[in-house]
């Protein structure tokens, strides 16, 4: 990956793309494609990075449909030109449904790729939707795809009730046709193991019953209704409901539904807004696989208050009731904290003195953010760019894993080229614009929501009082004691499922294979024999860390494997991983274990424990083959635990 | 008088991605590889824009059926144009 600054004559042309006033988009985005053409004419091996860049910088979900296709004319071509990333194979997803399936899958296609995954779409028969999950022969049950989409429309309900039924029922039709779908979703998870999309569904645009329609049990509407309240409160952790019908209603309902386009092309909706639904599915896709953003860096003077604070003081910037600029500003604070309380991290990067910085947070009497909502605060005259990395650096997040929101032009300009890997959407100093902005980009998906979501900020910024601790401690193993940190550690369960599989989906790098598990698929391996599952929870004198590690093993014979390992950053060189090891040891010895084998398969982000196996005693076995590195253990001969300062206590 | 057919030419170099693309009244869709069922949609939509019309179920279903030509689509254009004023 590039590090230096960016300057392609393709990655000029994309940034007036991306730059360009309304008026003027649809010719930048032409200009841009017409040099991404002849970029790949000329030398499609060189500059792969930069024709991928500005590919994923072209995808946005308001293009128009033939602006989008054209794109992906290009995509394609480029991937047939550039070879793909060999460390990861293709995430493989399938369309079901009584709709056209290729522009759709196309556009899903694009988006993943903008997201950092590279993905391939199972063609399946057109319509066939039941004989496709039924049929053990069928061409999707022989793809096995990861991800099913049953992107269908209310045409696919067959218990619709009668607009005259009454209550009763009306409730009956409802659990029919949920029942249904809930057998869909089994019998594809109980074949396939995947995750499942399933669309919710959307009203007719036309009400005959007029404004009488939510009333009546059994008219359209109301049917839709609820039985998009029964799919949500009935659908398994390995189902996401996908809002289709916010979408059609953001769109508007006359816009969004495809009338013409259903008819003669089995379209679900219009063709411009198919790209926006393409975009929400594959949001949704990209989240599962850990790859939402995680942080939101922000500007203070002109993105989080009218006016310089500097210039202005504390009573000058505009920022609460009064005026509508103001109450503008308090209206885009309460949309971060509501963003900060669900599990976004926030940081701030501001051209000021820290101590001007932090005054409105600290003393504006109607300031909505205050500082301990912050993870990070970095105030002081470097350039932006090499702030952002700071913050990155600080937090231990990947910069792919930040949205940089800024006010002033120049300063997105010189972060989109020096950090081309954080996400810099344009904003035009309208806080209630920005909000919108960061909407329309679904940059922080949300797929399911776990207790320690809400205490994200507060943990990372415990991490950092832990960091600026160690720079004080006479000696690390001082420090680490002074932490008294004390860990819970527990199989995969009901309890911490969820959370699991979240931190196996995220974790870059402290992760020794790299493999993704759906909750589903670690439940599983939780009820089965063969398999050994841990988990890892730790507080410590500044907090509650939560959930840090899960390992996977699986048994074989008188071997034992670990499959998976992760750990989040948060908690790395203190000790835990070797308390893990030292009770999966005892553990595997009580079992009669001879053997205990670790696999690593380097990526590029998991460099920090490629010595992780020989640090905890294990000998390299081979050369890496087929990318995966062993090691092993002999658990026969004498064994003593490692020293740590985590004390363990009993789940 | 619109000179509708060069317009029209335009719409598919820009659909199809191929700047020297020439289309004639007698050009079908036996005659360019890409002109498939999906590739209407992204026509229609062009040809909506660019003439500022609205396409009817009926007339889209016209387009699409076999031996429709180009010829076809410029008629319909010239004559929506010249009831619309």
Known sequence: ?651 | MRDVLNEVQAVFRDVFGDDELVIGRATSADDLDDWNSIANIGLFVAIERAFGVKLATAEMAQLTRERQTVGDLVDLLERKLAASG
């Not at chain 1, 409802?174 to 998870?189: N, P, Q, Y």
């Not at chain 1, 995680?294 to 009064?322: F, H, M, N, S, Y």
């Not at chain 1, 103001?326 to 900060?340: N, P």
Request: hydrophobic share 45%; proline share 5%; charged share 25%.
């Open chain 1, 1 to 651: 990956m590039s590090t230096g600054t960016e300057r392609t004559a393709l990655l000029d042309a994309v940034e007036d793309f991306v730059v360009a006033a309304p008026a003027a988009r649809q010719a930048a985005f032409a200009a841009a494609l017409k040099r991404l053409s002849s970029e790949l004419d000329a030398r499609p091996t060189e500059g792969v990075e930069a024709i991928r860049r500005a590919i994923r910088r072209l995808a946005d979900p308001a293009l128009d449909y033939n602006d989008a296709q054209k794109l992906l004319r290009l995509h394609r071509r480029s991937i047939a030109a550039c070879a793909r990333d060999a460390a990861d194979a293709p995430l493989r997803f399938a369309i079901l449904g009584n709709v056209t399936t290729t522009p759709l899958a196309g556009f899903v296609e694009l988006f993943l790729f903008a997201g950092g995954i590279e993905a391939e779409f199972v063609e399946t028969e057109y319509g066939a939707m039941d004989q496709q999950i039924l049929d053990p022969a069928s061409a999707l049950r022989a793809a096995r795809p990861s991800f099913v989409w049953l992107a269908c429309d209310r045409r696919e309900l067959t218990h619709v009730p009668d607009a005259r039924d009454d209550e009763a029922a009306a409730a009956r039709a409802v659990d029919d046709e949920l029942f249904v779908w809930v057998a869909r979703w089994k019998t594809l998870h109980d074949a396939l193991g995947c995750q499942i999309v399933q669309n919710d569904f959307t009203p007719p645009p036309w009400r005959t019953l007029g404004n009488h329609e939510l009333r009546q049990p059994g008219s359209p509407a109301r049917f839709v209704r609820e039985l998009n309240r029964a799919l949500r409160a009935n659908a398994p952790e390995y189902v996401t409901i996908h809002d289709v019908e916010w979408l059609a209603n953001r769109a508007g309902h006359e816009r969004w539904e495809a009338g013409r386009y259903y008819h003669l092309a089995k379209l679900p909706c219009m063709p411009d807004a198919l790209v926006d639904y393409a975009h929400s599915a594959a949001s949704l896709i990209a989240a599962h696989r850990g790859k939402a953003k995680k942080c939101l860096v922000l500007d203070l003077d002109g993105t989080l208050w009218g006016g310089i604070v500097a210039e202005e003081g504390l009573g000058g910037i505009r920022l609460g009731q009064g005026d509508a600029d103001s109450e503008a500003f308090s209206a885009f604070q309460r949309y971060v904290l509501a963003l900060r309380e669900r599990g976004v991290i926030l940081a701030v990067c501001s051209a000021n003195d820290d101590a001007v910085a932090r005054a409105p947070f600290q003393e504006h009497p109607e300031t909505v953010l205050h500082m301990d909502d912050f993870a990070c605060f970095v105030a002081n005259w470097n350039d932006k760019a090499t702030n952002v990395r700071a913050i990155a650096e600080q937090l231990d997040i990947g910069l792919d894993a930040m949205v940089f929101l800024d006010d002033t032009p120049a300063e997105r300009s010189l972060v989109r080229r020096c950090v081309p890997d954080v996400v810099v959407p344009e904003i035009d100093g309208d806080p209630l614009g920005s909000i919108a902005i960061l909407e329309r980009n679904r940059f922080f998906q949300v797929v399911s929501l776990a207790p320690e979501d809400g205490r994200r900020t507060e943990m990372y910024r415990a991490n950092a009082e832990r960091v600026q601790a160690r720079q004080v401690a006479p000696s690390l193993d001082a420090f680490l004691k002074s932490l008294d940190m004390v860990a819970c550690i527990a199989p995969i369960g009901e309890g911490n499922l969820q959370r699991a599989a979240q931190l196996i989906n995220k974790s870059n790098q402290f992760n020794l294979t790299g493999r993704r598990r759906s909750a589903a698929e670690l439940r599983a391996a939780a009820d089965e024999d063969g398999w050994l599952t841990l988990t890892m929870s730790l507080t410590d004198r500044f907090g509650d860390n939560g959930l840090i590690s899960a390992l996977l093993a699986r048994a074989d014979e008188r071997v034992l494997t670990i499959d998976t390992w992760v750990m989040s950053c948060r908690v790395l060189r203190r000790g835990a991983e070797e308390q893990l090891m030292n009770h999966l040891i005892e553990r595997a010895r009580a079992a009669d274990f001879e053997v205990l084998r670790g696999e690593y398969v380097p990526s590029e982000k998991n460099g920090m424990v490629a010595e992780l196996y020989p640090k905890l005693g294990f000998a390299s076995m081979s050369a890496p083959t087929d990318g995966v590195q062993l090691f092993e253990l002999g658990l026969d001969e004498g064994w003593t635990p490692r020293p740590t300062r985590v004390r363990e206590v009993n789940a």
